[in-house]
């Protein structure tokens, strides 16, 4: 009997660790599927989560960039209405200043013209008075020939009237030995 033992023990162990077994074998089945359903379902979660992550950040990131360029076309408009005000204001300045600087041209050829009169003028005052200056002259050295033609005819006449006999007095006959008497 003792060989049968050495068969049987082993043999309702096995039978007992095969139905053991196989009990645990479904149950660890069981628990990997379970594990594997909640794995899944975690990444569908996390996916789920990631992806609404995803789309939140994209709405964010447009809602972001809408203000961004919203800001950039104020600024731009901003920019662009103090440029046309600048403009405004140098096409103001320049259509003022083009203003008085025509008024100043109309008043430097006005004042060009009178200044051309006034030098004519000028000029013919100053011939004038040149030319009565000449005249002056003209008289004070027919003057000064008349005198001297004056001197040398009246040195003339003198020449030829002491010259002349009609001037000389007659020769004064000595009077006679006076009488004693």
């Known amino acids: 009997m003792k060989k049968w033992m050495y068969l049987i023990f082993p043999g309702i162990m096995l039978v007992g660790f095969v139905f053991i077994y196989l009990g645990h074998v479904e149950e660890t089945h069981r628990k990997e599927e379970e594990a ?3 794995v899944a379902q975690e990444r569908a979660d996390l996916e789920a989560k990631k992806k609404a992550a995803e789309a939140k ?14 800001e950039e076309k104020k600024k731009e408009d901003e920019k662009a209405a103090k440029q046309a005000a600048d403009d405004k204001k140098v096409a103001d300045a320049t259509a003022e200043y083009t203003a008085k600087g025509d008024a100043a041209q109309k008043q430097v050829t006005a004042l060009e013209q009178e200044l051309d009169r006034l030098r004519k003028e000028k000029d013919k005052t100053s011939r004038e008075s040149f030319d009565l200056a ?4 003209l008289a ?6 008349a005198e001297l033609e004056i001197q040398r005819m009246t040195e003339m006449v003198h020449r030829r009237a002491s010259d002349s006999s009609l001037v000389r007095p007659p020769a004064v006959p000595t009077p006679p030995p006076a009488k004693k008497g």
């Not at 000449?134 to 002259?137: A, G, H, L, S, W």
């Not at 004070?140 to 020939?145: F, V």
């Open 134 to 137: 000449k005249q002056v002259e």
């Open 140 to 145: 004070r050295i027919a003057r000064r020939n």
């Open 36 to 38: 594997k359903k909640k």
């Open 57 to 70: 950040a994209r709405e964010d990131a447009k809602k972001r960039q809408d203000e961004r360029d919203a």
